[in-house]
């Protein structure tokens, strides 16, 4: 796992072409020993092919692995992006990102398109559901109006002078508040906020 497979490739193609070099210009050894020696070049040689086709035939197996587990999730988040039920699939894309961040990067191009392919799929359910959000906000803008028209009816019983007509008056306040019905995602703690002060 260490080796740096390329350069050392390199090193034993430049030191055969130095062997090739010496064969042709350097003096001749008699030929028992030129056959020992080049028997152990080419053994080292051999060894050496051997084990970075062993690396690289592990790493294309745990390659492979990685992108059948990230495809797995893909196609999960695929067939959720559909989905409006809101609440449980947001649950869901968050326990496939749990399960993504889990599984180790592959190779790094492969690992990319399929990290886009994960993202398209939420990205639909996302939009779709913010598009739903936003739909169903502009119809609680007008609850929200009628809440803070009750907000300032409330203020008005400050300070509280009489307790018990301040409670009647506040419970009826709460009533029509409840029957105003829902206000936007993003102005319910403020308006929930001001009623409980």
């Given amino acids: 796992a260490k080796t740096h497979w390329k350069q050392s490739g390199q090193t034993l193609r430049d030191l055969l072409e130095e062997w090739k070099t010496l064969q042709r210009r350097g003096p001749r050894l008699e030929k ?11 053994a080292a040689r051999t060894t050496f092919d051997r084990n970075r086709r062993a690396h690289f035939s592990q790493l294309d197996d745990r ?22 039920d809101w609440s449980e699939t947001s649950r869901a894309y968050g326990d496939l990102m749990r399960a993504w961040k889990q599984v180790p990067r592959g190779h790094r191009r492969e690992d990319d398109k399929l990290w ?13 559901r913010n598009e739903a959000e936003a739909a169903q906000d502009a119809v609680y803008a007008e ?9 300032e009816e409330a203020r008005a019983l400050l300070p509280v002078e009489d307790i018990e007509a301040a409670k009647a008056s506040f419970e009826k ?13 993003n102005d ?7 009623l409980r002060r």
Wanted: charged share 40%; no cysteine; proline share 1%.
């Fill in 173 to 185: 306040i709460l009533d029509r508040w409840d029957a105003a019905g829902r206000v936007p995602r």
């Fill in 188 to 194: 319910l703690r403020r308006v929930d906020g001001e």
């Fill in 116 to 128: 886009a392919r994960f993202r398209a799929a939420q990205d639909v359910f996302f939009n779709a």
């Fill in 32 to 42: 028992a020993v030129e056959d020992e020696l080049w028997k152990r070049f080419r």
């Fill in 143 to 151: 609850n929200l109006k009628v809440k803070e028209a009750l907000l």
């Fill in 63 to 84: 390659n492979a692995r990685i992108k059948r587990a990230k495809e797995e999730l893909i196609a999960r988040a695929e067939e959720l992006s559909t989905s409006t």
